[in-house]
C-alpha cells in the first residue's frame, strides 16, 4: 500500500537535536533518526538486531549509535562495530541503514532500494527557511490512512464547506467562488497540476486597493509523488481571469501565499501531516503576518483532521462499502492512478 | 445477531435538538438523526455516498442536511438533491432513509425493510411523560453484548444480590421475599410476561399504613421484541397473594409503580440502554418523590452495569465457554427462542 | 506457552485482606483468590458456572464464597453448596479449585493438574519477611509477555546499560566491571545457576573500608521454574575473586544483598512482577538502609520495564523478525530449553 522508492519528509529539521535520537515508524517501519557529532543526520531501523530493542532507547556516539539494552554500537551504514566483552563481531550483526538527505529545512529518508536513492530527485519543497515566503513549520498526527488526507489535498473543493470559516473566512462571496469554480487538471511526470481561478472576491485589506475592490485569485498547486503537496496562490486585479482563464499571467500578482505540504503514512492508519503556509516576502507585512498565517494554517488543518478521522470511523465499521466518484474526483483519480502503477511497478 | 424488522428506540425526544444533527450507531449501521425545520425527525445513514464522511458532521438546510466534506445535500428520503457544482445528479447518489416515527417521548426507527415499517405496531411504551406515571428519561452506554442486558432483564432473580443495597433497601425482609417468590412466565405473541408475587414485605412509610405493617407486592412485565422492558409493581394489603397467586387482584393497589425501558445494540460489544421508572400520580407525593426514584433507578443499573460489564470482560477471554442454565432462566430461555426463530425467519 | 504444573506467585500474603476476594487473571485463566473466616487463602475460576459472572465480585461467607449475580455460592473445592430457591443441586455446577499455599509472605497457586500439586516443592523463596535480610515487598504490572522479562533477569549483562544509573551509580569503574566479568553459567534440575565476578569495583562508604579502597563483588542468581528469581550480591576484599574465581569463598564478606523475584504470566501480553531487595541484617544499619534498597530497585526495575515494553511494541510491530543470540545469551537459551521441555511434556 505505500511507493517504498520514494524520498518522504520525516521530521523538520528543527525537531532532530543533537544527540537525541528521535523514534519514527514510517511505511510500517521502526526507524530511529539521530544526528551524528558532526550533525550529519543518520537514519537507522529502530531495532537492534540482537533482541530487537529500540535503539532509539540508545545514547549517539560520534558517529555511532549504541543500543542501551546489552551495549551494542552501530555505524550509519548499519554495521555492529562494538559488541561488549566480544572481539570477533558476526556479520549477521547489523541492522537497516536508510539513506537520508537534508533539504528545504527537512529530513528526507529513501524508504525504498538503497541503490536507487538519488537526493537531487528531492522535489523544490521550498520550505519554511525559503526566502521568498514567511513560514513556520507545523506538524499533525492523524488516526487515518494517508490515502484519505492525500485524496482531501488532491479536490479542493472542499475548501467552502470544510474550511468556510478559515480560508473561507465566513465569507459567502469566498466560498461561493470555491463553488463556481472551474478546476483544471493536468498530469506531471510525477504528479498532478490543478489549477482554479476564484473570480470576483473581495480584496482584502492588506493589498491597498480601495474599499469595496475585487480581485481574482489563482489557485494552482503541484501534487507529487510521494505525497508533496506544493499550493501557490495568486491574487491579480478583477478581470485576469478572463484573459488567462487557464494559467498564470504574466504581470506580478498583488500578492501570494505558499504552502509546502508533505503526507507520511507511518502505518496503515496513521500518518504525519507536515506543513508550511505564509505570505510572499514582497508584502511589506509580511513577516508580521507570518503568526497569523501560520495560525490560520493550523486552524484549518484540524478543520481537515477532525473530518478526515471521523471519515476514517465510518470507512473502517465497514470497509466494503464503496466510494461514489464523480468530476470533482478526476485529480484525486489521476493521482491515485499514477501511485497504482508506480506500486505495481515495484511488486514486479 | 440482531433482529432487524422492528422498531428499535434510537433516542429519547428531548434529546435531539432542533437543527443539530446526532450521529448513533444502531445494529452496526451509522445512522444520523435530526429534526427538519418543522421539526420532523428524520433517520438517514450517516455515510455521505460519495467519499463516505458522516454526515453528523453536516448541517441541516431546511427538510434536508449537507454534507459539509464536499457540499452534497440530501433529502429526509436520502436522495441527493444538490451537487455544487452540477446540475444532472446521478441516481446512485443517495444514502439510506430509515423510517422514524415519535412516540412516547422517544424516537423509534425501523431497522428493517422499510416496506414493512407499521408505526401502529409500536408498543404502548408508555414513556417519561405518560400522565399517570411520575417518570424522568435516562440512559445508559455499556461495554456488553445488548443479550446480556436482556438476559439480566429477563430474570429479576438477581435483585436480593445485584440491587440488594438499592432496590432491596438493604432490608433481608425485602431481599428474602425476592428469593422466596415463585416465578410465572406466560408467552407472549412478541415476548414473554413474567410475574412474581414479594410476600410479606414491610410496608414502606408513604403507604400510609400502620407502622410494623407488611404488604403483598406484585411484581409483572412484559419483554417484548426487540428488548422493550414494561415493569409495573403494585403493592397490596398482606394476605392478597394468597387470594390472587398468579395475578392483579381486581382491586386498586395502595401504590405502585412503573418503569419503561429499551435495550438498543449499538455494535456487538455496545449498546444503550434507555429507562424511566417512578412512581404512580395518584400517590399525593409523586411529583415530590419523582427525582428520589430516577436517583434509584440510576444507582441500581449502575450496579446492573458494573456486573454486566464485568462479565463481558470474562466471557470475551474465552469465548468459548459455556452457561449453565437451570429453571431461573425460564424467561430468559423462552425469549430468547422466540428472537432466535425471528432472526431465523429474516434470514430466509 | 506456559508451564502449567508449577507453582507461580499470585500475591504478596500482605496484599490479599481479609474478606476481600482479589480477582488476578494467571496464565489466561481468571481466578479469584480470598481468605475464609479463618484467614485461610482459597483460589477458584473467577467466573460463576451459571452465567460466567466474576465471583470476585461476590461476598465471602464463612469458607465459601457467594456469587452476587444470581445468589450461587460455592466452597473452597468448587462445588456449589447454595442455589438460592433450590434444595437439589446439579453436579455439573461447579468451578474450577486451584491449590494455594502460603509461604515466604506470598500466595503461590499450582495452575496445573490438581492431584500433583506438592506444596513442599516451593522453592526457598526467602521472602520480605525473612530475618536474614532486610527487605519490602514490591510489584509492577508489565504489558509485556512473560518471556521478555525473563530473558532480562536471565542474562545480566544489561545492567552496565539499562542500570548504569542506579544498579551502576553512574561510576564507570562498576560499569566497567560489569563488561569485564566472566559469567558461569551451570545447570539445576529446575533452572539454572549464573555467577560473575566483579572485581575491583569502589567500596561503597558503609562497608568501613579506608577511602579508596576496591572490593570483589560476587554476584550469583538462581532462575528457577516457572519464573522464581534469587540473587546473592557478596562484597569481598580486593583479590577474593582470583583466589576463588569459580564460587564464593568460605569466608563471611564484607557485605551481602539478596533481592527475591517472581514473574508470573498473566496473559500472553501482561505479567506481574513481584520482588524483593534489600542489605542483609548482619550490617549495624540494615534496618535504616531498608527504605534506600527498596526505592533503587524500584527505581532500576523501572528502568527494566520502560525498555522492555518498548521491546515488545517493536516486536508485536513485525512478529517475524527473529533474534540474533550470541554468547551473552547462554543462560537464557539454557534455561528457554529446560522450560521448552517441560511445556513438551505437559502437552504429551
Known amino acids: 500500500m505505500y511507493i517504498k522508492n520514494a524520498w518522504y519528509v520525516a521530521a523538520w529539521s528543527a525537531d532532530l537535536a543533537t544527540a537525541a535520537p528521535l523514534a519514527i515508524t514510517m511505511l510500517d517501519e521502526p526507524l530511529v533518526l539521530y544526528r551524528d557529532d558532526a550533525g550529519r543526520a ?35 551504514d548499519g554495521t555492529c562495530n562494538d559488541m561488549p566483552g566480544h572481539t570477533a563481531i558476526p556479520k549477521a550483526m547489523r541492522v537497516r541503514a536508510y539513506p537520508v538527505a537534508e533539504r528545504h529545512s527537512a529530513l528526507w529518508v529513501w524508504m525504498g532500494d538503497p541503490a536507487r536513492a538519488d537526493a537531487t530527485q528531492i522535489p523544490d519543497f521550498r520550505g519554511p527557511d525559503h526566502p521568498d515566503w514567511a513560514m513556520l513549520p507545523g506538524r499533525m498526527d492523524y488516526a487515518a490512512d494517508y490515502r484519505l488526507i492525500q485524496d482531501n489535498l488532491l479536490d479542493l473543493s472542499h475548501v467552502p464547506y470544510v474550511h468556510r470559516a478559515s480560508f473561507g473566512r465566513s465569507d459567502a462571496r469566498i466560498n461561493d467562488a470555491w463553488t463556481r469554480a472551474t478546476v483544471h487538471v493536468a498530469p ?54 478572463q484573459r488567462s482563464p487557464r494559467e498564470a499571467p504574466t504581470e506580478a500578482p498583488l500578492f501570494a501565499t505558499f504552502s509546502c505540504q508533505a503526507v507520511t503514512p507511518l502505518t496503515a492508519r496513521t500518518t504525519c501531516y507536515f506543513f508550511a503556509y505564509g505570505p510572499w516576502m514582497r508584502h511589506p507585512d509580511a513577516v508580521a503576518m507570518k503568526d497569523g498565517y501560520a495560525t490560520l494554517a493550523l486552524q484549518a488543518f484540524n478543520e481537515d483532521k477532525t473530518l478526515i478521522e471521523a471519515q476514517q470511523r465510518i470507512i473502517d465499521a465497514d470497509p466494503a462499502r464503496p466510494m461514489t466518484l464523480f468530476d470533482v474526483d478526476r485529480a484525486p483519480v489521476q493521482y491515485n492512478r499514477l501511485a497504482a502503477s508506480l506500486m505495481e511497478q515495484e511488486r514486479r
Do not use: M
Request: glycine content about 8%; hydrophobic content about 40%.
Open 42 to 76: 543518520v537514519a537507522l531501523e529502530d531495532r537492534c538486531c540482537h533482541r530487537l530493542a529500540p535503539l532509539s532507547h540508545g545514547r549517539v556516539e560520534g558517529r555511532d549509535i549504541r543500543c542501551l539494552y546489552h551495549g551494542l554500537k552501530f555505524a550509519p
Open 188 to 241: 506531471l511526470a510525477q504528479g498532478v497540476h490543478v489549477t482554479r481561478w476564484l473570480t470576483d472576491t473581495p480584496a482584502q485589506p492588506f493589498l491597498g486597493q480601495p474599499a469595496g475592490a475585487r480581485v481574482d485569485v489563482l489557485n494552482a498547486f503541484d501534487y507529487l509523488v510521494p505525497g508533496i503537496f506544493l499550493l501557490t496562490t495568486r491574487h491579480y486585479a478583477q478581470g485576469t481571469a
